[in-house]
């Protein structure tokens, strides 16, 4: 817009015709209605301030956030490393117990095949009263003190679950208030980026308000181009016949904050060539037709300075909330490490607890493993036992034999000798008076082998397929050399 008879255009040569006192007024009017767009640029001075004053803000809450997050990822280390050792604890403790209950499953297993042994193997009856009901071996066992003994690891186990079971709790607890923690510091930007956020490199809010301010200064520069252009106007009005007073009555309301010359509106006129008038009009007339195109560009810098302030004021927004989780993150930290003692306690009386429980557990494995010795030496010595009846009854059966025997020749001996003594009678008995020996007429001394009665009965009859089983078991059970 020309403001100067300097910026009068050469080749548009000026119409010697003037414009009529209306097509002035009308121009004026124009004029003082574009001076409303004063507050755009007030406005615009308004928001180059708050931007401004907004950077500076920006800059102190990012350097906070920045320290607060460094300080708070070195705490968050600090927890990881104590959620970590807590969770191996967890692990090895948990991978311990699994281990323990397998090597407990498996003497329980070998236990009850023991007992399954005793209770498949029956005692023969030979070896019991008459009358008695069928017995096995299992019978002679007091079973009472396997359950007893496996109600005992059952209460170990429940109470190594137990401390399992308490553990895992606190460990969940701490993982749940690190979660938090992490879900605080990792959820808006990484470490990477707050740095950046601290030297402004990914900041909208420095080129923004250059925009700004450059906008600012080019709306000040049209605002008052348009008050130059009212006060041509004004000028020229009062350089015309009869608008002395419709100049006066225009200027009288200008809107607030137009501040404009006293010579222009209550001084009196200074004299003016035509030809000086006549540059003057031409000037007026060309800036007639770019005060709307002037207007609209006030309106349209202010519109996009609008929408940039938006734009600090959500960065701003994103920044305190960055700031604000930072420190509900700090806050949240301190909870935490208020806390961490006592998660510490806990991993030390779990380790307590499971390694007291464990050493009962290995002492009751070992109670079932001395069982399944005793009972399986119970299996032996029966095989041996009837092994043992078996030898027995063949020696007896070869006393009997040579009882037989010797009874036999000793009946022999005892009837040769007989008849020895009445040959001898028969032949020399006349001759011998009787009294000369009292023996003569005796019969031949008789010899008994009997049976010493101790009370013990005969050994009894087993059948030697029962006595080969028996062999063949022992005989299994023997390691391998």
């Avoid at 236990?111 to 399954?116: G, I, S, V, Y």
């Amino acid at each position: 817009m020309a403001t100067s008879t300097s910026s009068l255009p050469t080749e548009q040569p000026y119409s010697t015709e003037s414009p009529s006192l209306d097509t002035l007024v009308a121009h004026l009017l124009a004029a003082k209605r574009s001076l409303s767009c004063v507050e755009h640029v007030y406005r615009a001075n308004d928001l180059v301030n708050k931007t401004r004053q907004a950077l500076e803000g920006h800059t102190i809450t990012a350097a906070r956030t920045v320290f607060l997050h460094n300080g708070s990822t070195a705490q968050a280390k600090l927890l990881d490393h104590v959620l970590n050792h807590t969770r191996s604890i967890a692990r090895d403790g948990g991978s311990e117990f699994q281990k323990v209950i397998g090597a407990l499953d498996a003497a329980e297993a070998k236990l009850q095949r023991t007992l399954d042994q005793l209770r498949a193997t029956k005692v023969e009856p030979s070896l019991r009263p008459d009358g008695e009901a069928s017995k096995s071996l299992v019978d002679f066992v007091d079973e009472s003190g396997v359950t007893g003994l496996l109600s005992t690891i059952k209460e170990s186990i429940d109470a190594s679950g137990d401390a399992r079971r308490v553990y895992g709790e606190s460990n969940a607890a701490l993982e749940d208030d690190i979660s938090q923690v992490r879900s605080l510091l990792t959820t808006e930007v990484n470490r990477e980026r707050l740095t950046d956020l601290n030297n402004n490199i990914h900041s909208p809010v420095p080129d923004i308000l250059q925009g700004m301010e450059e906008h600012a200064q080019e709306m000040a520069d049209n605002l008052e181009s348009l008050v130059k252009h009212f006060d041509v106007c004004v000028t020229a009005i009062k350089h015309t016949e009869g608008g002395g007073a419709a100049a006066q009555q225009i200027t009288n309301d200008l809107p607030e904050g137009v501040a404009m010359d006293i010579t222009t509106t209550e001084m009196p006129l200074e004299p003016m060539s035509e030809e000086e008038r006549a540059e003057m009009l031409e000037i007026l007339e060309k800036d007639a037709n770019e005060v709307e195109e002037v207007v609209m560009d006030l309106k349209d810098r202010s519109a996009e300075m609008e929408r940039n302030y938006e734009r600090v004021e959500l960065y701003t927004e994103q920044l305190t909330k960055m700031h604000d989780r930072k420190t509900t993150a700090i806050i949240l930290m301190g909870a935490v490490c208020e806390r961490l003692p006592n998660y510490i306690t806990q991993s030390h009386v779990f380790l307590l607890r499971w390694d007291e429980e464990k050493a009962k557990i290995g002492d009751h494995m070992e109670e079932l493993e001395s069982l399944r010795e005793f009972y399986n030496g119970f299996l032996t010595a029966y095989d041996n036992l009837i092994i043992e009846i078996g030898r027995r009854k063949t020696t007896e059966m070869r006393m009997k034999k040579v009882v037989q025997d010797s009874m036999a020749k000793m009946d022999k001996l005892y009837e040769e000798d007989l008849a020895e003594r009445d040959a001898f009678r028969h032949e020399q008995g006349d001759f011998l008076p009787v009294d000369i020996w009292p023996g003569l007429m005796m019969p031949p001394q008789r010899y008994k082998i009997t049976q010493e009665d101790h009370g013990v009965k005969s050994v009894p009859d087993i059948s030697a397929s029962v006595i080969q089983r028996s062999i063949r078991r022992v005989t299994g059970r023997q390691p391998a050399t």
